[in-house]
């Protein structure tokens, strides 16, 4: 009850600026760019469990891709965006779109259909550049804002990127959330996994403190609510 009231107490995440663009920050891990009516997520990770079993053995359940885009077409009926951009990591590995089902990949295509889809390029599908529909980019360019998978490692401003999946942790009195977040210091915003096999790596981990050394927000993704939450009342794992 404690924590729950903590969070309560916490502001709700307020619409952000980035590089003059105005950003929308969704329950459901992605970005809304109302000018560009233009929606972005990151890391779908489609065929995870697939991949997992081809190279161990062992089996996951192989509904992963279909969770994943439940709720990616769940966010495109409510945005009916003119473009979707997939942030990169858009599938586990480069053979992934050859053991889609052939339902999800209709799914695919039906999201496709009567918009321009741009698959960024991914540390896990670089190698993937055809076969699935829309088109393919290293980075894109919106305005002032410039989206990529992987952040760099000089400042960059308007800088969109995802890769690391954050998860921000809230503690108190022994009891802890700990939710998928966005993480921006109004120059660069790096966005939560949107997969449904995706776990996350801690935003007080030092592999965030040479992107945000001036300190960030982490917004979370609560029940109903983005909690914005500054970088000294997050816990460490």
């Not at 779109?97 to 009567?114: H, S, T, V």
């Not at 996350?200 to 040479?210: I, Q, W, Y």
Request: charged fraction near 25%; charge should be neutral; hydrophobic fraction near 40%.
């Amino acid at each position: 009850m404690a924590l729950g009231q903590r969070l309560e107490k916490i502001t709700k995440a307020p619409g952000l600026t980035l590089a003059g663009e105005s950003l929308t920050l969704d329950l459901c891990g992605g970005l809304w760019l109302e000018a560009h009516r233009t929606l972005v997520v990151s890391d779908l990770h489609l065929e995870k469990g697939s991949s997992f079993a081809a190279r161990s053995g062992q089996f996951l359940p192989p509904y992963d891709t279909r969770e994943t885009l439940a709720c990616l077409h769940e966010a495109i009926a409510r945005f009916d965006p003119r473009r979707v951009v997939a942030l990169g990591d858009s599938f586990h590995d480069a053979r992934g779109p050859e053991r889609m089902e052939p339902g999800d990949r209709a799914m695919i295509a039906a999201l496709q259909e009567g918009r321009d889809w741009v698959w960024i390029a991914g540390n896990h599908d670089a190698a993937i550049n055809e076969g699935v529909g829309g088109r393919y980019a290293e980075t894109l360019s919106l305005g002032g804002l410039t989206l990529r998978h992987e952040p760099t490692p000089d400042s960059a401003e308007g800088e969109i990127a995802g890769h690391l999946h954050p998860c921000g942790k809230v503690a108190m009195r022994g009891r802890a959330v700990r939710r998928r977040c966005f993480v921006t210091d109004g120059h660069r915003l790096i966005m939560p996994a949107f997969g449904a096999y995706t776990g996350g790596l801690n935003v007080r981990d030092r592999a965030f403190e040479p992107l945000f050394p001036g300190g960030f927000t982490a917004h979370l993704l609560g029940d109903g609510r983005v909690f914005a939450i500054g970088r000294t009342m997050l816990a460490r794992d």
